[in-house]
């Protein structure tokens, strides 16, 4: 293990340089979070690491990514307007479960055809990559100053912010069949996914009205105290939601979007905090991933990543969404910019990390799943994170203002 002196003097180093190089290259578009990586995996090339603790990265990487996507779930939808919720709120619903689960099949399947990994390493696999990122799509939106049709722009940060309990429980019910001791079956998944979605949805809605009623009503003498206070409700939110086998991800989302609909004191301040605390973590996760790969640990997996990550891209996601979405009222061009748009990054990073959790690492290939997940999250970042915006000109989805 390196010392606390290290760990921040590389730490503020590398976020340091990450900012400023983003600056040099700001006309290119590239997302600061890219940069952050790149920048700490040429430093990990230089022999600096996280620690020398077998596993340990690993178990980092998990911990600081899931503290990451409860903050940016929950800053999502503290953005999230209600009102532009309501009208295609089936068809997000259709997205989250169907989709992910479409998406997971048609890339297991040609995983599975392509690669050595038999058909439960393979089809636990794609659940790791099925969900789209709220962070990536939050992030890649807003740094691009996208403007797209208000209900596009609705489905996919409602589908982003709740696709990961359907994934999560393919993931989970896949990592138990790969098992060959485990003795859970089908229906003890399912029933898992349901306690952990009906009880996220409950704690999401009790909490999200606990906040409302605390924030509007608690009178503090320091009003920096505010955001600290709604920081602690939303841990509490999340990790108690967890211990009772829960969806604390859901029920942070759902949390944020209820204390959002309502105005109160320093509203616009706490927006601000999440913000900044949001940007703070992604990069401290970014960096270490970058820290943990190195382009030795990756080249063997470069071709098979690439091939995946277009299939995923071109096909799967397409499939799955043109099928979610028949007969709605959305039109074939924005099936198309909805498909493009189904963008990976820390959330399937954080799924990656499962299989490493298991006693005696029994999960085969478990660190070339890490290995290709991450390049394609960093293809989803570089192909559909430039062009993005060039396609919404294309198809002509641009809110005109």
């Known amino acids: ?35 952050c990586f790149a920048v700490s995996m040429i430093a990990g090339s230089y022999g600096i690491e996280l620690s020398n603790k077998e596993g340990y990265d690993v178990q980092y990487i998990k911990t600081l990514g899931s503290i990451t996507l409860c903050i940016v779930l929950f800053l999502g939808g503290l953005e999230t307007n209600i009102d532009n919720i309501k009208p295609i709120l089936y068809r997000g619903i259709a997205l989250s479960t169907l989709g992910v689960l479409l998406t997971s099949v048609t890339l297991g399947v040609i995983i599975n055809f392509f690669t050595n990994f038999d058909f439960s390493t393979s089809m636990l696999f794609s ?6 990122d709220a962070a990536a799509v939050f992030t890649i939106l807003k740094s691009q100053n996208l403007k797209i049709k208000n209900t596009l722009s609705s489905l996919l940060e409602f589908e982003s912010g709740s696709n990961d309990p359907m994934a999560y429980f393919l993931v989970i019910s896949f990592i138990s069949f790969s098992n060959k001791t485990s003795q859970q079956s089908i229906f003890s998944c399912i029933m898992l996914f349901l306690q952990g979605l009906i009880l996220g949805l409950i704690i999401g809605f009790y909490m999200g009205y606990c906040m409302q009623s605390f924030i509007s009503k608690i009178e503090l003498d320091n009003k920096n105290f505010y955001p600290v206070f709604a920081l602690s409700m939303v841990m509490f939110t999340y990790a108690m939601t967890n211990l009772i086998n829960g969806n604390g991800l859901l029920a942070v989302y759902i949390a944020g979007i209820l204390l959002g609909k309502k105005d109160f004191l320093l509203k616009e301040q706490l927006i601000w905090f999440f913000n900044g605390i949001s940007w703070i973590f992604q990069m401290i996760m970014f960096i270490s991933i970058g820290l943990l790969v190195s382009a030795d640990k990756l080249k063997n997996d470069i071709i098979e990543g690439v091939m995946i990550s277009f299939f995923l891209i071109f096909v799967s996601r397409p499939i799955s969404v043109f099928i979610s979405l028949y007969k709605s009222e959305f039109s074939f061009k924005e099936k198309i910019f909805l498909s493009f748009v189904g963008l990976r990054g820390a959330t399937s990073i954080v799924f990656a990390t499962y299989p490493f959790n298991i006693d005696d690492f029994f999960i085969p290939h478990a660190t070339k799943i890490f290995n290709i997940v991450f390049i394609i999250v960093v293809i989803s970042f570089l192909f ?9 000109k294309y198809l002509k989805l641009e809110e005109k203002t």
Do not use: C, R, W
């Open 384 to 392: 559909q994170g430039f062009t993005i915006p060039y396609l919404a």
């Open 1 to 35: 293990m390196i010392d606390v002196d290290k760990i921040l003097l590389i730490g503020s180093f590398l976020i340091f340089a990450s900012i400023t190089a983003s600056s040099f290259y700001k006309e290119l578009n590239i997302p600061i979070l890219l940069v």
């Open 127 to 132: 659940s790791v990559v099925a969900s789209t």
